[in-house]
Nanobody
């Protein structure tokens, strides 16, 4: 397992941008596909995006496609989530997670989770 710490959340106006970072401890970070999920108050945790171990394949929820970009820097043990054109409905706690197997849309396929970072988008 890896330990994950997210950062970069905050308050932003609609139409603005934020970049989240997720830094992992452990030497095996580059063997893990990574994902970002989010959970809004009163809602289920939902898939946002995922990336394979090398960064050559990415996957996005339809709700963020074209606005969000996931990337990773294995030399820095870090995965990023660039969020542009933010909307109030993007408001949630964002979690990064390390997959137990191939990249997946299902949170049950992820074994290590960060503590989450709050993103609030005002209208």
């Amino acid at each position: 397992q890896v330990q994950l710490v997210e950062s970069g959340g905050g308050l932003v106006q609609a139409g603005g941008a934020l970049r989240l970072s997720c830094t992992a401890s452990g030497r095996t970070f580059n063997s893990y596909p990574m994902g970002w999920f989010r959970q809004a108050p009163g809602k289920e945790r939902e898939f946002v995006t995922a990336i394979n171990w090398s960064g050559t394949s990415t996957y996005y929820a339809d709700s963020v496609k074209g606005r969000f970009t996931i990337s990773r820097d294995n030399a820095k043990n870090t995965v990023y989530l660039q969020m542009n054109s933010l909307k109030p409905e993007d408001t949630a706690v964002y979690y990064c997670a390390a997959a137990k197997g191939p990249p997946s849309f299902d949170s049950r396929d992820y074994g290590s989770w960060g503590q989450g970072t709050q993103v609030t988008v005002s209208s």
